[in-house]
């Protein structure tokens, strides 16, 4: 190795914790507080579930002073949608929801159930070749 190289390759030893160390720092510390999230002030509003629906919009439910409020928003529009004076009810039971894995699951199983069984009568998985041959 050349001397050349070998400042390099320390240089890179020294730089590259420092570097790791401020990435850190900056995750930690300036993330936290840019999205409000400060140690040991207290808080006065509280994001209770957040829906996305695009790319730049999406519904928020906000607790604000026990008031709950849903609101909407998109790039450059805030809309407040409705208000509640107590936690609407949560959604559940056996609705195909979106965040569902287990129903999405039971779903799929039985569309390929019935994709085989008609494969198996007709020889073609696809309803206009079944009558077609008719």
């Known amino acids: 190795m050349d001397n050349e190289t070998l400042w390099l390759f320390v240089r890179m030893i020294i730089l590259l914790p420092l ?24 808080r006065y509003m509280r994001v209770v579930e957040h829906m996305p629906l695009g790319p730049k919009g999406g519904l928020v439910l906000v607790e604000i002073g026990g008031q709950y409020y849903l609101v909407a928003f998109q790039e450059n529009n805030v809309t407040l949608l409705k208000e509640f004076a107590s936690l609407p009810e949560p959604i559940t039971g056996s609705g ?29 998985g696809c309803p206009e070749n079944n009558q077609q041959k008719k």
């Open 96 to 124: 195909l929801g979106p965040g569902s894995m287990t129903d999405f699951k039971d779903v799929l199983s039985q569309q390929m159930k019935q994709l085989i069984g008609r494969k198996g009568r007709s020889g073609s």
């Open 19 to 42: 570097v790791l160390g401020l990435a850190y720092l900056t995750i930690k510390y300036g993330l936290a507080r840019s999205k409000g999230f400060s140690s040991g002030a207290s």
